[in-house]
């Protein structure tokens, strides 16, 4: 048993025999000297160590039953201790006795001497109580000791549990993770083996115990750091409590964060179910058929698009966000994920973010779609009234044409969908300038069309920080002039020119987008190239930038670049990487003259030359060799001072560069 001590007074007789506080009397047998082998009783202070209020009955038991034969011990002890010390000092010389040769039976020198006889022999029947006393005093200790060690692995198994769930992860940010930074600091002392504060007390118990194990080898056995083991394990704050709850505390905390996740959960799945009924009733909507934005007073990035393109991105995000929530209820099933209940607790209350911001795109969206129809039903009504006036003038196929429109409008306002009633509503203006002879109603609608979408690239334009006061002033003297036969060249050439300076301001995107794909690769920074390529969707097709998809994101594209990189330059690690895989490297091996008997002078010349404009410090570079060879930091004979390590193994020399900066070269 890890914690047990030794009994040396139960290990045959040698201890007693050799022990100068204990005699061995014929017909009696060993006597000890109470007054002295009373110490170590007093000094276990059991009277006390019953009080210390401890929670294990067996422990308890141990302590009562060791309490009670002490008592015994001292009471049987105080008369000897009076009356008879002296005689029991030369007891050896048997002064008070007599001893009849021939028979070898005890005879009495006198009454004084017969009595302390009687004490002698009560104290060899006594003796029993000493070791009683003992043993269960130490049978306590080892059994708390025991219990100890369970609270505290109790505990080191509850931060296990807690780390593999991922609460003691820096990005934990709920209650819990206090629970772990806890129980973390309580194990991280106890290894160190420091002795401060409450927690190190576990490791001052373990000098206490291995002192006592040593103290019960003395003829009296010094018993004194008994009481404060005892206490350091059982008083309010002592070992056995503190790991206890450190423990509970843990397996608290472990419950309270799946609770939080629970409750994200729920939220998330209330707001998925709410995010779903909007969905469907913007699917009612038909917002596809809306090929028109929505005019806008100044800019906003949250309504740039036609309603057809805001659809079609509010779809996109719904089914990511299904698949982040899907994604994370199947984490918290998998309890040997590492960091699961993080990564899942994480992912419902992102989703429920999600959720919620889809719910809120989908009421700005519908509200937009429907400010869309409305201008459309008042164009479309204002043209028929315009036809209607001159219908004396407009001739039968002006009539028909105006019937039709008409026709048209009624379906508009019949339609329950927002899309059906735009497509109806565009119909009506478009057969209503027909019938005023203005232009077919393909023709108005390919105007109508080429106009929503300038409009909308303005909008966007303007969110980028272009300035288009200019083509704003021009889009409005074309929409009064829809009459000039040239009117599509116009427009054609009007989004063109719009393209063309955001071409010109964020020109240098796809450079800038090159260099920085180019670093993140070198690093191997997979999490970055992922979040880049999750900022590029919808505006980089193929390696370019679709300026006219991405205007009105191109200002943000470019401030996410620069913010992969900041985050890139930040990691020291990383930035090694990328100087370590920019490197050239030039080897060659010369062999000296070989000997038969004796070693051969190898050298390795080795040039390394950074290909890049990035620097690094403490820059592995793996040198592969022409076969095995070993080599060792003491080995340079040429440029030991850039060099702050190196280490071969196989094929393969690991040099370690103090530094390197662009494009330098090092041998």
């Not at 309890?335 to 700005?364: C, H, P, R």
């Not at 191997?524 to 991405?550: C, K, P």
């Not at 190898?602 to 070993?630: C, H, M, R, W």
Request: contains cysteine; negative net charge.
């Amino acid at each position: 048993m890890e914690n047990a001590i030794a009994r040396p007074w139960d290990e045959g007789m040698a201890w007693e025999h050799g022990n100068p506080h204990m005699v061995d009397i014929p017909g009696v047998g060993v006597v000890y000297d109470s007054c002295t082998m009373s110490r170590p009783l007093a000094d276990l202070r059991l009277e006390e160590t019953s009080g210390l209020g401890i929670s294990d009955a067996n422990v308890q038991a141990f302590v009562n039953d060791a309490y009670a034969h002490s008592r015994l011990y001292f009471d049987s002890s105080v008369a000897f201790c009076a009356n008879c010390r002296i005689m029991y000092i030369s007891i050896m010389s048997l002064p008070f006795i007599a001893i009849d040769p021939g028979t070898m039976n005890w005879r009495f020198t006198d009454m004084q001497d017969i009595q302390c006889m009687y004490y002698a022999v009560s104290l060899q029947e006594n003796r029993q109580n000493w070791k009683s006393a003992m043993n269960n005093a130490l049978d306590a200790l080892e059994l708390s000791m025991e219990k100890a060690d369970e609270s505290v692995n109790g505990a080191r198994s509850e931060l296990d549990v807690l780390e593999r769930a991922g609460l003691c992860d820096d990005d934990y940010a709920w209650q819990p993770h206090d629970a772990c930074t806890n129980i973390s600091e309580a194990i991280s002392i106890i290894d160190s083996g420091t002795y401060e504060g409450t927690y190190g007390k576990y490791n001052i118990l373990q000098v206490y115990r291995h002192n006592i194990s040593e103290a019960v080898w003395e003829d009296v056995p010094n018993m004194a750091l008994y009481y404060p083991a005892m206490e350091i394990l059982w008083a309010e704050d002592g070992v056995a409590n503190t790991f206890e709850a450190l423990a509970e505390n843990g397996k608290n905390a472990k419950m309270e964060a799946e609770g939080i996740y629970r409750q994200y959960e729920s939220g998330a799945d209330a707001a998925r179910q709410y995010a779903e009924e909007k969905y469907d009733e913007l699917e009612e909507n038909k917002p596809e058929k809306i090929d028109a934005a929505v005019a806008l007073s100044s800019p906003d990035a949250s309504r740039i698009g036609t309603i057809a393109e805001r659809y079609e991105t509010i779809t996109d995000e719904k089914e990511n966000a299904d698949k982040a929530y899907g994604s994370a209820k199947g984490m918290f099933a998998d309890e040997w994920m590492q960091g699961y209940l993080k990564f899942a607790t994480i992912g419902v209350s992102s989703s429920k973010e999600s959720y919620e911001a889809i719910e809120a795109n989908i009421d700005l969206l519908l509200e937009d779609a429907q400010q869309v129809v409305d201008n459309a039903r008042s164009d479309a009504e204002d043209k028929i009234n315009e036809a209607a006036s001159r219908e004396t003038t407009i001739g039968s196929a002006g009539k028909e044409k105006l019937e039709d429109a008409r026709n048209a409008f009624e379906k508009g306002d019949r339609a329950a969908a927002l899309g059906d009633k735009y497509v109806y509503y565009m119909e009506a203006a478009g057969l209503a300038a027909a019938a005023l002879g203005e232009k077919s109603f393909a023709q108005e609608s390919d105007v109508q069309l080429k106009i929503a979408e300038i409009e909308d690239l303005l909008n966007r334009a303007e969110g980028d920080g272009i300035n288009i006061a200019g083509e704003k002033a021009e889009l409005e003297m074309l929409k009064n002039n829809r009459e000039l036969p040239d009117i599509i060249s116009r427009l054609d050439s009007l989004k063109a020119r719009i393209v063309g300076k955001a071409k010109i301001i964020f020109g240098g995107l796809e450079e800038q987008r090159e260099e920085l794909l180019q670093k993140l690769r070198l690093a191997d920074a997979d999490d970055l190239i992922v979040q880049m390529q999750d900022a590029e969707r919808g505006i980089i097709v193929n390696g370019r930038v679709d300026y006219g998809n991405g205007l009105g994101r191109l200002a943000w594209l470019r401030s996410e670049y620069e913010s992969i990189e900041e985050q890139l330059e930040g990691d020291f690690e990383a930035m090694n990487d990328v100087v370590a895989n920019s490197i050239v490297t030039d080897v060659s091996l010369v062999v000296g003259k070989v000997r038969i008997d004796g070693p051969t002078d190898i050298t390795l010349n080795a040039l390394f030359k950074n290909t890049n404009d990035y620097a690094g410090e403490d820059v592995e570079v793996s040198v592969p060799l022409p076969g095995k060879f070993q080599f060792d930091y003491f080995d340079i004979t040429e440029g030991a001072e850039d060099v702050s390590g190196l280490s071969s193994g196989g094929s393969e020399l690991l040099i370690t560069l103090i530094s390197l900066g662009p494009y330098e070269t090092k041998s």
